[in-house]
């Protein structure tokens, strides 16, 4: 959802012809400088009928405003040219984003997947304020409770089971196994990605 996201509204604003840009981005940018609050995006997400699920913790979060405008740099980078070429041809805009422009910019698609990645798998605070039910609680949430309370209630017996220092360590190593696995296939885009959507555009 983020990467959709990101793509198709960056991909809008790097139309250097587009009118009322600036005004857009303005209307885009305020929101990060100047949150809500707690309450009335709880309020929000109890409005639309997001509590306790997971799409109250993916929906809100889905574009960040830092992100974007690194995306959208990264297409005003690209040759012009290929995107007139292939109007010329016919295409439509969704074909010349599908077709051109996202394949071209894999390197800051994938850093960015990295960043909302991360920053989903270690979303702790949103969880415990959205989420009620216990079997819909995320690994972090998890964790933390084995971690500092040091012991877990079994589920059938409601026995109190101590927690050991190894499976601690062992429980905090699957934390990170995620992470570890997917950042040596993104390393390789990660730092392409990163210097040519902050510096161009």
């Not at 959709?4 to 305020?30: P, S």
């Not at 929906?59 to 995306?71: R, W």
């Not at 909302?116 to 964790?143: A, R």
Request: hydrophobic share 50%; aromatic share 10%.
């Amino acid at each position: 959802i983020s990467l959709i996201m990101h793509a198709t509204f960056a991909y809008v604003l790097a139309k250097r012809d587009l009118k009322g840009l600036n005004l857009i981005i303005i209307y885009i940018m305020i929101p990060w400088f100047f949150s809500g609050g707690m309450i009335p995006e709880y309020l929000l997400i109890k409005r639309l009928g997001l509590i306790n699920t997971y799409w109250s913790l993916t929906i809100p979060s889905a574009i960040s405003f830092g992100n974007l405008l690194l995306v959208r740099n990264y297409i005003r980078s690209l040759p012009e040219s290929l995107s007139e070429s292939a109007r010329l041809d016919g295409a439509s805009e969704l074909q010349i984003l599908i077709r051109i422009i996202v394949p071209l910019s894999v390197p800051i698609l994938a850093a960015i997947g990295l960043f909302e990645g991360v920053g989903l798998w270690n979303q702790y605070f949103k969880v415990i304020l959205y989420i009620y039910d216990s079997k819909k609680m995320t690994f972090q949430v998890v964790l933390r409770s084995l971690v500092l309370e040091s012991a877990v209630p079994e589920q059938t017996s409601g026995i109190v089971m101590e927690v050991t220092d190894n499976v601690k360590m062992a429980m905090t190593f699957v934390g990170m196994l995620p992470i570890l696995i997917v950042y040596p296939f993104i390393q390789k885009h990660f730092t392409k990605g990163i210097i040519v959507g902050s510096i161009k555009g």
